[in-house]
């Protein structure tokens, strides 16, 4: 009996030891395969990239048709993943920041034209009589015809202290429609902070605040404006808090996870803001202790230009019943995408790697986020309108005593 057991012991010991091998030898073969498929992909490229250059019709280079070929990668994956080259990448990075050097205009396609569609205050821009409606022809001698929208915002961004030359077209008041003057104008550019939030105060001490962009210090910025927004609310009453805050975030196309994580943190305690889902795993973002604005009536405007970080902050908010969201439905953008760090061409890929869900795991991608108040008037003042209402009834309904306190 005692043989038996051990030869049946030595059985199993040596029948682990064979399993043991038999995947190594496996694991082995299966990472040698892999190497082998990496090698004769690369020397595929080799080849098809020195064949190219000896025997195309016309002449190229080596770093054409490696820019081609990552391009060509990137674009077999989705709509939102991209290739940035160097410039573009260092726009994307300073706009993360929220902060660049410039000249303080907005400028957008308007007929075919770009156009000024905004000044920021006490920018260079504003300083050197710009104007909204003027028509950009030409930055630093050279016209713009056939440019693209982000080589003008390139040329238009700079050191700080350099000067840009703009010629401009613009319209004479009271003229006809086609009837223009040229402007030439020298703008020296600042550093500029804060440029996507604008704030003001509304009626009954309701705070606005509009963010453009989720930026990594927008709930630092909006922190700090909804404080400037209290002192200017004082009136010699005792109580000089604003009663509540409409933040809007129409057409606002995202930005940063970090930005909307933090954003949402300063109106809830506790909980998870937001979690991605990737094929890596997930990964949940939860809120901290500190709640500046735990208790302030709150309003969300959204709409069709709602996305992606914008979402997951209008999104958790609305989970948690910490915001009323005003407006229409979002645009739908619920993949996460990732800035990878710049390869030795300068270039960096900016892809897709996981999908938002909100704190309720809702997947909004391609559907949208739908509003609490559907409010689908173009009307400035009719949107408006509706979050004061929506205020107005919050700060009624934590006024009224409940039935048990009633004495």
């Given at each position: 009996?005692?043989?038996?057991?051990?030869?049946?012991?030595?059985?199993?010991?040596?029948?682990?030891?064979?399993?043991?091998?038999?995947?190594?030898?496996?694991?082995?073969?299966?990472?040698d395969e892999s190497a082998l498929l990496r090698h004769q992909s690369l020397r595929s490229v080799d080849q098809a990239t020195d064949q190219l250059i000896q025997h195309y019709q016309a002449p190229l280079n080596q770093s054409t048709l490696t820019e081609a070929a990552i391009q060509g990668m990137v674009n077999r994956l989705d709509e939102y993943s991209q290739v940035l080259?160097?410039?573009?990448?260092?726009?994307?990075?300073?706009?993360?920041?929220?902060?660049?050097?410039?000249?303080?205009?907005?400028?957008?396609?308007?007929?075919?034209?770009?156009?000024?569609?905004?000044?920021?205050?006490?920018?260079?821009?504003?300083?050197?009589?710009?104007?909204?409606?003027?028509?950009?022809?030409?930055?630093?001698?050279?016209?713009?015809?056939?440019w693209q929208l982000s080589?003008?915002?390139?040329?238009?961004?700079?050191?700080?202290?350099?000067?840009?030359n703009l010629e401009l077209q613009r319209s004479v008041p009271g003229g006809p429609p086609d009837r223009t003057v040229?402007?030439?104008?020298?703008?020296?550019?600042?550093?500029?902070?804060?440029?996507?939030?604008?704030?003001?105060?509304l009626e009954n001490r309701i705070a606005y605040v509009r963010a453009d962009q989720c930026y990594d210090t927008l709930a630092e910025d909006l922190t700090a404006a909804v404080t400037t927004l209290t002192e200017s609310a004082?009136?010699?009453?005792?109580?000089?808090?604003?009663?509540?805050?409409?933040?809007?975030?129409?057409?606002?196309?995202?930005?940063?996870?970090?930005?909307?994580?933090?954003?949402?943190?300063?109106?809830?305690?506790?909980?998870?803001?937001?979690?991605t889902e990737g094929h890596r795993g997930t990964e949940s973002y939860d809120a901290t202790s500190y709640t500046p604005f735990a208790s302030t009536p709150l309003v969300v405007l959204v709409d069709g230009g709602t996305a992606s970080a914008a979402e997951i902050i209008a999104g958790a908010l609305q989970d948690y019943g910490r915001a009323t969201i005003v407006g229409g439905q979002t645009f739908g953008k619920g993949s996460v995408q990732t800035l990878l760090p710049?390869?030795?061409?300068?270039?960096?890929?900016?892809?897709?790697?996981?999908?938002?869900?909100?704190?309720?795991?809702?997947?909004?991608?391609?559907?949208?986020?739908?509003?609490d108040v559907a409010v689908n008037s173009l009307d400035e003042s009719a949107v408006l309108a509706a979050a004061l209402q929506v205020i107005a009834d919050q700060v009624n309904q934590a006024q009224t005593p409940s039935l048990s306190s009633v004495e």
């Open positions: 009996m005692k043989r038996e057991r051990l030869v049946s012991r030595r059985t199993l010991v040596l029948g682990v030891l064979c399993g043991l091998v038999v995947g190594m030898l496996l694991h082995r073969s299966l990472m080259d160097a410039q573009a990448y260092a726009r994307l990075k300073a706009s993360t920041r929220g902060t660049f050097a410039g000249v303080g205009i907005q400028v957008g396609l308007r007929n075919g034209n770009f156009a000024v569609l905004s000044l920021l205050q006490d920018s260079p821009a504003a300083a050197a009589n710009i104007q909204v409606g003027d028509v950009i022809t030409k930055i630093d001698g050279a016209a713009v015809t056939g080589q003008v915002v390139d040329q238009l961004r700079g050191s700080s202290g350099s000067a840009v040229s402007i030439a104008v020298v703008v020296v550019r600042q550093k500029l902070e804060a440029v996507y939030l604008h704030t003001r105060l004082a009136d010699n009453r005792s109580d000089t808090a604003v009663q509540g805050l409409v933040l809007d975030l129409r057409a606002n196309p995202g930005g940063s996870l970090i930005c909307a994580v933090t954003s949402v943190d300063l109106f809830i305690d506790s909980g998870t803001i937001a979690t710049p390869l030795a061409n300068g270039s960096a890929l900016k892809i897709t790697t996981a999908h938002y869900r909100t704190p309720k795991g809702r997947r909004f991608s391609e559907v949208g986020l739908m509003p």
